[in-house]
């Protein structure tokens, strides 16, 4: 079965510090792809960032990097210098397949407050 | 920009009310989904569509179903609506299968009472 696994219902940050959010994954297919996810307290999805399995380099967007160690199924978000507006929950997402169409698999996600 | 609308933002209906949930997207996306959040839960996928007239269910179908006669709305109907239903109910869209990144509607949080 694949499965997300987001172990930190909450996480407390300073300004300007950086934090790391973790992801943990379990799958049998040998193609695989992982995300993460932003919602603010408006409720919108963002997306922050992608890894794909085969991708040799970690994925980086901005402030945002995604620590991706593929023997131990994690994928974890860094987030570098922490802003006040980063305060939201973060959901970590992998592709999967439902007869045969690919889909996605939330992790139950991880609320960030960011203190000033 | 991709766009996703969602027809209401909050909406309060009875028990065995039936309702409807209206998404729209403006950017000839194949791929529609529609999930429900839960705290504690994270998103579950209620179904999907990856092309006009075409559905799957997800992983948790049960007591919806849904309509696509057109490429850029993706109806949810609750048949009967009942409290257990009570939820946020995201929509989103996808460019096609090999493409990765949903594009997500703002939410309609759902109350049934």
């Known amino acids: 079965a694949q499965k997300i696994t987001q172990t930190q219902p909450g996480m407390f940050v300073q300004e300007k510090e950086a934090v790391t959010l973790d992801c943990t994954y379990d799958t049998s297919d040998p193609s695989y792809g992982l995300f993460w996810y932003k919602q603010p307290s408006s409720g919108e999805m963002i997306f922050l960032i992608y890894?794909?399995?085969?991708?040799?380099q970690n994925a980086t967007e901005g402030r945002y990097s995604l620590n991706f160690q593929k023997a131990r199924k994690s994928a974890n978000l860094v987030i570098s210098a922490s802003q006040l507006g980063d305060s939201a929950m973060y959901f970590c997402?992998?592709?999967?397949?439902?007869?045969?169409?690919?889909?996605?698999?939330f992790g139950k996600g991880t609320m960030l407050l960011v203190s000033p | 920009d991709v766009k996703v609308t969602q027809s209401s933002r909050y909406l309060v209906k009875r028990t065995g009310e039936k309702v409807f949930l209206e998404c729209v997207q403006d950017?000839?996306?194949?791929?529609m989904f529609w999930y429900r959040q839960d705290p504690g839960l994270g998103l579950r996928l209620i179904y999907f569509s990856y092309d006009v007239k075409m559905k799957e269910k997800g992983d948790i179908p049960e007591g919806y179903s849904v309509s696509r006669e057109k490429k850029e709305r993706f109806s949810l109907i609750l048949e009967s609506a009942s409290t257990n239903q009570t939820s946020m109910y995201l929509c989103a869209s996808r460019l096609g299968l090999r493409a990765n990144e949903q594009y997500f509607g703002p939410g309609t949080r759902l109350t049934v009472t």
């Open positions: 950017m000839d996306h194949e791929n």
């Open positions: 890894q794909g399995s085969y991708d040799q």
């Open positions: 997402a992998m592709r999967t397949h439902i007869s045969g169409y690919s889909t996605l698999t």
